[in-house]
Nanobody, 119 residues
Framework: QVQLVQSEGGLVRPGGSLRLSCAASERTFENFAMGWFRQAPGKQREFVAAITLSGLSTTYADSLKGRFTVSRDNAKNTVYLQMNNLKPEDTAVYFC????????????WGQGTQVTVSS
C-alpha cells in the first residue's frame, strides 16, 4: 500500500511562495493520479489540485488557478504543489492523496502539512 510523506510547511508572509512535496513509498506511484487538498480551521477539507498519472493533465480549484501549480516527478515518486502569491486565506493544513485507476475517490492520505500565511 502506498504511503505518502509530505514535506514540512511553515509560516509565509502574504505574497510569498512555498512549494510542498509529497513522496510516495513505492514505485507504483506512477500508476496513480494524485491530488492535493486543504483544510482550514473550522472548515471542511477542500480540493486544491490534481494531476494525472503522466503529469500531462492538471485540474485546479477555480479560486486557485493562476497561483498554484501541481507537478510530479515519477522518477522520484514525488508530487509537488507550488504556491505563489499566498494569501492569509490560504492558511490551512494541506494533504496529498492518491487516486487509484478507475476510482473517483482519493485515499492513502499524507500526514498533512501546516501552511500559515501571515504578516
Amino acid at each position: 500500500q502506498v504511503q505518502l510523506v509530505q514535506s514540512e510547511g511553515g509560516l509565509v508572509r502574504p505574497g510569498g511562495s512555498l512549494r510542498l512535496s509529497c513522496a510516495a513509498s513505492e514505485r507504483t506511484f506512477e500508476n496513480f493520479a494524485m491530488g492535493w487538498f486543504r483544510q482550514a480551521p473550522g472548515k471542511q477539507r477542500e480540493f486544491v489540485a490534481a494531476i494525472t498519472l503522466s503529469g500531462l493533465s492538471t485540474t485546479y480549484a477555480d479560486s486557485l488557478k493562476g497561483r498554484f501549480t501541481v507537478s510530479r516527478d515519477n522518477a522520484k515518486n514525488t508530487v509537488y504543489l507550488q504556491m505563489n502569491n499566498l494569501k492569509p486565506e490560504d492558511t490551512a493544513v494541506y494533504f496529498c492523496a492518491v487516486r487509484p485507476p478507475n476510482s473517483p475517490s482519493y485515499g492513502n492520505w499524507g500526514q498533512g502539512t501546516q501552511v500559515t500565511v501571515s504578516s
